[in-house]
């Protein structure tokens, strides 16, 4: 079972960064990898997708400030988000297109 580890989440101020990290514990070389995020109360949605070929793509909400990346000899996908709002406070998660088992994910708050 492929195990995703996410990290790098934290208590920021609006207006701040945040890089986060996922690393698989197989190779992601073949697969879109996705970033997601869970607000309290809300439901798990969908933030941004990098492919293999590294076609982006982002939730509307995130355009211009959050850049993902990826790394397939590290196995990481990165999430660097910039100009951070209140709204992006959630649990964000990343995973596969392959939809492999969900790590514990990484806090991120954003203060106002």
């Known amino acids: 079972q492929v195990q995703l580890v996410e990290s790098g989440g934290g208590l920021v101020q609006s207006g701040g960064s945040l890089r986060l990290s996922c690393s698989a514990s197989r190779s992601i070389f073949s697969n879109n990898m996705e970033w997601y995020r869970q607000a309290p109360g809300k439901q798990r949605e969908f933030v941004a997708r990098?492919?293999?070929?590294?076609?982006?793509l982002y939730v509307d909400s995130v355009k211009g400030r959050f850049t993902i990346a990826r790394d397939n000899a590290k196995n990481t996908v990165y999430l660097q988000m910039n100009s951070l709002k209140p709204e992006d406070t959630a649990v964000y998660y990343c995973?596969?297109?392959?939809?492999?088992?969900w790590g514990q994910g990484t806090q991120v708050t954003v203060s106002s």
């Open positions: 995973n596969s297109d392959q939809r492999w088992a």
């Open positions: 990098i492919s293999t070929s590294r076609t982006t």
